[in-house]
């Protein structure tokens, strides 16, 4: 099973040349390229994401029971529906009042949420839940108590569970330790590959395709699950990149003839 964690950076016509109307197309060459079985994006805006719905109709979008805000930045998976079968979806904002729209607490700068869809795999039969979000870029305890939250959330399931998105920390912090306590039985995948630590594995750029800050994105999967391989993709065409962060790719795989 393939999953793809992927900011897509927000509709920003500031961007100048690396503008949303210049990228976009890009993006969905890169879908399609290396076909994920369910890619979480962040930053979407509800335009980006219709051009993704429209564009790939190989995919599910899932926003469950979502009120649209034109202006806002919704972390959105897509599911292929030729791997899997979408069985249920949960989203909640990341605050004191989760069933709040666009809700938010702390020193959260934006509003931020999370996006689930339980899902069961069409060639093994087995379920598991694949999880995108995105947590806030500027405030330092809305970052714990975000993670907190889905933690809670994600200790409470009993399939495996994916979690994919851009954190907005590195893997030293409480956040990156709250998210893979043995409470939530996840996994760094990364971490579990050998994957190492500083530059080559950061992955924002600003568009310029240069590494910086922190390995940001993280797609964290339940410790029962395998990993097969991880890795950070830096495509670019024309010298253009997709967006100003790397996506991430893991593929993950059930245990064989386990009943999950």
């Known amino acids: 099973m393939r999953f793809i964690s992927f900011n897509m950076r927000f509709e920003n016509d500031r961007d100048g040349g690396n503008s949303w109307s210049n990228r976009r197309d890009f993006v969905i060459r890169l879908v399609k390229r290396y076909a994920p079985d369910a890619l979480g994006t962040q930053e979407g805006k509800w335009s980006q994401l219709l051009f993704l719905r429209d564009r790939l109709p190989e995919y599910a979008m899932q926003a469950t029971n979502r009120v649209i805000d034109d202006t806002s930045q919704y972390p959105t998976l897509f599911i292929r529906k030729a791997s899997f079968e979408v069985m249920e979806g949960e989203e909640f904002w990341l605050s004191k009042t989760p069933r709040v729209n ?35 870029h500027m405030g330092v305890e809305a970052r714990y108590r975000q993670a907190q939250l889905l933690a809670d959330w994600v200790s409470k399931q009993a399939e495996p569970v994916v979690v994919m998105g851009d954190f907005n920390e590195g893997p030293e912090s409480s956040v990156h330790a709250a998210l893979t306590s043995e409470r939530t039985d996840l996994m760094d995948t990364w971490q579990r590959m050998g994957g190492e630590e500083g530059e080559s594995s950061y992955t924002h750029h600003g568009f310029d395709g240069v590494p910086r800050i922190a390995r940001l994105d993280w797609i964290l999967a339940s410790r029962r699950l395998i990993v097969e391989d991880i890795r950070i993709i830096r495509d670019r065409e024309d010298g253009r990149y997709p967006s100003d962060h790397f996506p991430l790719l893991a593929d993950l795989a059930f245990p064989a003839a386990e009943n999950l």
């Open 102 to 136: 666009l809700s938010k607490d702390w020193d959260s700068a934006f509003p931020r949420m999370m996006s689930a869809a339980r899902l069961r795999c069409r060639r093994s039969g087995y379920h598991l839940w694949a999880v995108v979000t995105h947590l806030d």
